[in-house]
């Protein structure tokens, strides 16, 4: 046991990838078995994360989570601001303009209406639970738009991690109601063919979410959706640390 635990120490980056690849094939397996898809396995993965990144903390007596726990103190390079940041343009650079430019006047409206008003409505909850300064109203709102674009704003704009916590809350929730209610819904919103399904990823802009809930209504419009769903995530990055963030605190000034 004392050479397996001296193993992890020295390894402790390639242990922490192991256990997130672990936890992210355990819960896509059980959202595909179990839940049938409907609720994608990110978001349960992420969930879960939050969950014993909190357990890790306060069993540690820290703040970084299961960090705090020496087996895992890996996670903190992993969870790190490098990692994270390497991981948001290998995503955002999957977005191509091209293609977003074939969805017309609609698909453009739709991100720029989308990410607005779920900013929003992310710094109205913010604010009705007594958030008044401008960074952690900013992160919550940006966490809002999806849980990638919320811990990249808090990042960058100095939220502490109760907030960034908060923002990535708020976004998993969004991601799980727009994957159950999307098939409920889409016949009512007439979500039935490509350019619904590329305003619709523009609106919703949780590319998980929105893969998901076009897979169980048809197959067919998921490309579609995906595409203006990841540029979002890429617009969302850009524009709520700078011109959303200096907006706020200009109000807020």
């Known amino acids: 046991m004392e050479e397996l635990l001296k193993l992890i120490d020295k390894n402790g980056l390639i242990v922490a990838f192991l256990l997130v690849g ?3 094939w355990i819960t896509d397996v059980f959202s595909k078995k179990v839940l049938a ?7 349960i993965a ?18 970084k989570g299961l960090a705090d726990l020496k ?10 601001s490098m990692f994270r940041d390497f991981a948001i343009v290998a995503t955002a650079s999957g977005a191509s303009f091209f293609l977003i430019r074939k969805s017309g006047w609609i698909g453009m409206i739709s991100l720029v209406f989308g990410i607005g008003v779920f900013f929003l409505g992310g710094v109205a909850l913010a604010w009705l639970m007594g958030y008044r300064d401008a960074v952690s109203l900013c992160t919550i709102g940006a966490g809002a738009c999806t849980y990638i674009v919320g811990p990249v704003t808090g990042g960058a704009i100095g939220a502490s991690s109760e907030v960034i916590a908060l923002s990535i809350g708020s976004g998993v929730v969004k991601t ?3 994957t159950i209610f999307t098939p409920i819904l ?8 490509p350019g619904a399904a590329m305003a619709f990823g523009g609106i919703m802009g949780t ?3 929105v893969a998901a809930g076009l897979a169980a209504t048809d197959p067919k419009l998921v490309p579609y959706g995906a595409v203006t769903a990841t540029f979002y995530t890429g617009l969302g ?17």
Do not use: H, M
């Open 186 to 193: 889409a016949k009512k919103i007439g979500l039935d063919s």
């Open 46 to 63: 992420i969930f879960l994360a939050l969950v014993f990144g909190y357990l890790g903390g306060l069993l540690g007596d820290g703040e």
């Open 176 to 178: 799980i109601a727009v």
């Open 37 to 43: 898809s409907r609720i994608p396995g990110s978001a």
């Open 71 to 80: 087996l895992f103190q890996g996670l903190s390079l992993l969870g790190g």
């Open 207 to 209: 590319s998980s979410g």
């Open 22 to 24: 672990l936890l992210t």
């Open 237 to 253: 990055c850009l524009v709520c640390p700078s011109l959303f963030y200096l907006i706020l605190n200009w109000l807020l000034s």
